[in-house]
């Protein structure tokens, strides 16, 4: 399964080929509209998110409810291009126009300035249109795509908020991964811990009350995922290196571990591995998952369990120095913004990362041009690893 | 540029093809053997690596001390070999033979068991030998080679150890590339806080003396790196998002993190940004580098700031269960192990995947057939850079 | 630049999205229209060709004329979709409408059948649908992109008919491609030798008559190609290899040839060779062309020379023995088409993915993050070439 | 599975690394030394083919004659380097060393002039020896492992020379893929036409006596293969248009076809059609093969038929044009070569990236960690197709 996302922040739509989905996986498009909706939530939210509603069409790939596999194609119309018509219209345009909304001051924390000199745009807005959280809609699509298919391989993918400004929940070892994704999915702020939730909301309200911003740290958590994905053979093979880049190149993410993860640097060996058993019913399980899932760069069949860390939204709430390109002359922009924590929607965004890589390394593995034949082979390699 | 390495820990030998090199590089052979050595050394090593010193031997690519522009093989011989050419040996064996050193006693914390029921093996050496740490040998190899190219360029890497077993030092910010380097490069540990290198290797003496394994953080630090390298326009073309795949994919680690890293969980949208400024001499700058050299997955100039977090090597110090597949029995095992930490070493390593992920970069962006032109056209796009 | 194109024959649009081009490209929509309009043309066609005219929407990757450097999406609707909402629907539909239009009777010559069976599919209709001739469009309107690129760079692209069932053209040697592309253009068999095209249409008329169909060869000419695209380094680095899986991957293309093709089966060793000169205006030439533009997988300067040969287009004039998947039984079809040749269209598509190809081999080998200075390297590339 | 090949022609060794060959395949290493003989064999060779026996040494992925699931080293040593170390040395040498055997004159027909503008080399020798056919004796060494493989897999492959200088054979429709190779087998031009056999000697003799030298035709013929390999979904998965590639990739290969190939220009479309059959027994059948066992880019069943064409070895019999690189005066020259046709030997090459390109189908298609497992899928998956 390969795929590419497209489309501008303020451009007429956002698109989204998937190419190498099996044929006869049943979809709803209602899942696909839910999962752009819990996208588009998340306490401490603002602006555009309250207005606009994204809902998918499908133009190629599905027929009568099924795969087809072929390629698929979504489309999420931008509401709002009617405004934006001209600044961001496809013909040439005269040089009034041309400046219309044009961005010549770059913004400390975005890739305006070095997609500007990269690029050799004279507009940064060039640069802002791409580089928008906006495009992780597409991303949402397609592993809303890869979720229906997941399912009835039975694979079940949670995200949860861990911490926010500072604000730390636990997460009781003993949670399921439905029981997550169900307290996850009723908490304002995606947090599986009651006790946590209020502080965590009180931190958003006090922040966006400085106009301020704060980052966090989400977990995304899969269950059902047979032993064997991956693989240590070759550096390029393991998968939890490439959930590792499908998560770091989510906007604003600046990190991602595993199982234990940094905390490995204080634990002892004895601490953190994770002993083998075996029962008949069950097959080979650990006692535990300090490695969250992974040995090797293989999944083991113990939950994967992967966090990403996300920064801050850029604020200008102290005035930034930045520079103007044109005059090189130094300026300090202080702008409020209305979102002060992106964290909750974030975590979709991080699950739908995790999902897609998942998805992917299922398709490598088996046989994966027709469904039904597909989850006849997962069962018996299911059956096989049970009785190794 | 893309590569494959291949080799049994016992086996023959290791090996490596890099595809896609400039011709016109000068490669010394004995800067090969020098980044080999800095692998095999470190406080707390123990075994193997007291007595094998590792030379690479060049079999293709490279001609009077220059590359070919055509695939370079490098070669690592295993020594201690000829004590396994039964255990190891490509032909058939009868059944006595096969029984030799197998492994039927999967190790918690290792590939083992997970390699053997994918791969269907009866024997778990048959996982043991390729997810080796030896692997990395020639990961070390391949860099060794990409560093040399760097360095014509003006990138210069360094690596040092962070963290070890909970003892963190510190490390100023005014600290130079070449600084952290010089530095590294004379602690046995590679740290660079003098203060606290003491500590460190006391924590690994009294972990040895345990027989227990402790894991740690490295840093690794890229400068000279030019604008522009990645894109925020695909997912999957954003740099920050291959180095993380390149580190994670290191044996035993578990996470990675750029900048401030999961720092930003705890800070609020103004502390973490980096101001702009500009003179006419350095162009672009930032005042400060929370962001670790990224922005919107692209190199914005400032130096590349990657940490990387290592589990403790498993050990079997505290009898661990486990369970044998023949006979689906538990069984608890003791054994002692000589490393009691690898971080200094996995530093290494982490620094040969950061500086290969930034050569394929470099490679990706320019014209890269003659490393002559190469290099002219790099120099036209940082006055390019500078004059933007 | 990689690029993926989806949608039905019989779906709401055809898309595409290209992802790595350039910043800066000048893009003329009316330019990719007149392309589209090319591959509906041709002497021979019939059908839904007369009713629909293809027009191209842009939806990203392109703003105010000009490439962002993000991906672009391309949209070509199908008018025709309105009679096909049900049998083309997305959504589930009942058993009464899964049977209408559905297809049981594979095609000799087609995909059907072998679709069918690979993934598994019970309406035929599923695979027809995609693996249509239909899907070229966008394999065309990419190219026009392309084209408008490799125009500024001064590579010139022209395909011509050379052979339509049995009837052969002759090109002398000395037509430039400038000429090649205005005879080809201004013949409605886009056939370049005046005495031939009566001929040719004479075939295809009393092919029609018998309602049977007829193939064909085509030629595409590509001249200021820079020397070095490509490379001997590694198999599949050769670009001639890279072009010859483009033009077999159009749909009823049968093989390809470069240069004298075939013809070398029957040449002697010095018949086939081009001399090399020198001249201080030129640099080095060759004084034939028998290689067609490749020495080692390289293009060296000399008119890139492509054929693919067309196989008739399946036909059932003469009833052909086919089998009901429902019912296992035989059948005898007989359905006369209304394209009795569709040689000159395929000729058009194939110049496109030649084109392609030739700008992804520009892009690999140059930098193209901006246009601007991709031209400007790309000068300095050819000045050298001609000094070496 | 990926694979690399790497090594100069004089160099001490040739290498090769495949990655991705599932476990538990049983390999011969006789088996691929007796495929590497057939490579050196044919009538009409001369010189190195001669005097070196080429044998392969495994250095990783094989243990105990079977494969392990990781990456698998092939090395071929160069007898001859003994001769050549000076010349081809690793190390830099001082000027009078490097002027040994350096080549300043290009031959005209081979990549040396373009290589070395491209790759900006001053000795011309630095292309001569990567672009050399001796890089194909890896391909060959790959293909032997592959063989293996498809050989449990119930695949069989078969090349034979269809037409040398002009004589060409004719192949009875009748005859198998498993007569085609033996007969092959005992012909000395691997010819299967006992008639034309003769005629093609007396054609080689004649040429090479007076100096010149001739191309050809192979055929390669693959039995076995199961329906559906490859897809027609994206442009990039036609398994015909991958085995274009393949087979263009082959040094001196001007072309490619499949079934009628060219001779589909000259066909009506009621004379191309391969009509559909289906019994019990054998399922879905074609009653003729003119499309070369392709549909929709996909495996039909019927056996795979691919030609290609392979231009006369570049020879100077004929004193030909060239220009001396340092001082851009022309030049004659006249070296008599000693292989008048190595059509036969590049027969042997085109099975073998037949062979690879089908294998890698295959793995694609197929779960492909265990070879014992992929096995049982093959078989369910010819089981389901002759019950579709």
Same sequence: chains 1, 2, 3, 4.
């Avoid at 636990?170 to 502080?199: G, H, L, Q, Y």
Wanted: proline fraction near 4%; charge should be negative.
């Amino acid at each position: 399964m390969r795929y590419f996302t497209a489309g501008e922040s303020h451009g007429p739509e956002l698109t989204a080929i998937i190419d190498g989905l099996p044929a006869g996986i049943s979809i709803s498009v209602e899942e696909i509209n839910h999962e752009l909706k819990r996208r588009q939530g998340g306490y401490g939210r603002g602006g555009r998110m309250l207005i606009e509603t994204d809902t998918v069409e499908i133009t190629s790939g599905i027929r009568h409810g099924k795969t087809l596999g072929s390629p698929v194609t979504l489309i999420v119309k931008n509401d709002d291009f009617k405004n934006w018509e001209t600044v961001m219209g496809i013909e040439p345009v005269d040089d009034r126009a041309k400046k219309m909304r044009r961005l010549a001051k770059p913004r400390p924390g975005h890739a305006d300035l070095v997609g500007g000199i990269k690029y050799e745009h004279d507009d940064l807005r060039n640069v802002l249109e791409r580089s928008s959280a906006r495009e992780t809609t597409m991303r949402v699509a397609i592993a809303a795509i890869c979720k229906q298919m997941l399912k009835e391989l039975e694979i079940d993918v949670a995200g949860h908020v861990l911490e926010i400004g500072g604000v730390r929940g636990e997460i009781p070892e003993t949670m399921t991964v439905a029981e997550i994704r169900d307290k996850a999915e009723s908490s304002a702020v995606r947090c599986v811990d009651p006790k946590i939730e209020e502080a965590m909301k009180e931190k958003i309200d006090a922040t966006k009350k400085e106009g301020n911003t704060i980052g966090g740290v989400v977990e995304v958590v899969v269950g059902g995922v047979p032993i064997g994905l991956g693989s240590y053979t070759q550096w390029d093979q393991k998968l939890d290196g490439k959930i590792a880049q499908a998560v770091v190149s989510i906007n604003a993410f600046k990190g991602v571990e595993f199982g234990v993860g940094f905390e490995a640097a204080r634990l002892y060996g004895s601490e953190v591995m994770d002993e083998i058993v075996w029962s008949k019913e069950t097959g080979y399980t650990r006692t535990s998952n300090n490695l969250g899932g992974f040995e090797g760069g293989m999944t083991n069949g113990m939950p994967v369990v992967v966090r990403g860390v996300m920064k801050p939204i850029p604020t200008l709430y102290k005035p930034l120095q930045s520079v103007n390109i044109d005059t090189k002359e130094p300026y300090k922009a202080s702008v409020e913004r209305s979102d002060s924590s992106a964290v909750p929607a974030a975590c979709v965004v991080a699950e739908a990362m995790v999902t897609i890589e998942i998805a992917k390394a299922m398709l490598d593995k088996f046989e994966s041009d027709s469904f039904e034949r597909m989850k006849q082979e997962v069962k018996r390699y299911r059956d096989y690893t049970l009785n190794y």
